[in-house]
């Protein structure tokens, strides 16, 4: 299922390429990225891949709205 | 063997953006950021100087190298090249060479000039700094000349005015010089503009109009104005003024040849040999001619005596 998560400070490219790689380490994969909206998609097999991926976020630096 | 490097950037606006190259750098074992600045958008990292290439390809990937100030290198980085005749610099390496030869040949030949024709000649003597000098200048003004018209079909105006003009006055300003001191002002100032705007006009020439308008304007300015100077401070220090001027010239058209590789790059196209029998040939015959002028030319003796 795909899931947008909206994050909070995500305003460049680099943000981008820093999101998709760390929630790609967690296994999820990232469909697309968007800074200027702030979001991100990711295809998650259920609800329970989003706790790694949150943390993967939180880790970097940023937040999940 | 680890190296420091400085690269240009670009994108690079905030902490995210450093933690991505330093990721990119992680990749590669001992590489490792030293600085990155934002402001002057710069990054200076250590690595394997196997690694360089690859690590400046990643950061191109990621869109963070400037490629076009990265493809500008620095004049040591060029004067590097050229000396150690790096492949893509074959072209300049035999310029400088060629030059330097000439500049050799140029020097020969003044020696013998003076054995055949000089030696008996007192005021050959006084004058012998200034002879000196003459060899130097065409040597110097040849090889900036050639330069320019192997690159001129690639200028753009700006390039085209800016090489038009450096070789119009360098030329005219240093044949001015060297004329006025010995045969006059009006000597002077007449070879020293047709030296200067022919020089510039034959460098630039399909380069475009305002190369050439350029180079003219140039070439007339300092033809006079080197003989103007040159006249007025027959007494003064005269010659220390010459020999300033000269070493002044050399900078400015070793400044111009470093533009040129950094706006246009290295010579490239078909006619990269640069034949060194007709720029010798063509170099020995100017000199002879300013020989000439100077030993036999009109008003020489007042200017001499002065001196």
Redesign the interface.
Known sequence: MKKTLKIKDM?????E??LK?AIEETGTKVVSTNHTKGEIVVDMKDEKEMVPVKKAIEK??YSVA | MTHTIELPIR???????E??IG?ILRKFSHAKIESVSADAQTLTFTCEEKDTDTIKAKLRE??YLDEEKDSRPHFSYIAHQVIANTPGFEAEHQLLTHTLGLAGLLFLTLGLSYMAWFSQNELFIKIWPVLALVPLGIALNAGSLIHVRHLRHHFNCTNGMMAGMTIGMMSGFMSGAILGATNGMFVGSIIGMAIGMSASAYAVRKAGIMGILEGLMAGLMAGTMGAMLSVMMLSDNLMAFLYLLFGACTLILGGMSYFIVKEIGPIQDERKNVGFIPLAIISVLVLLIFLALIVWGPKSSLAWGSL
């Open positions: 305003h460049c490219s680099s943000c390429i820093l790689e970097e630096g | 994108n690079v606006s905030c902490e995210a953006c933690k991505v990721r990621y869109n």
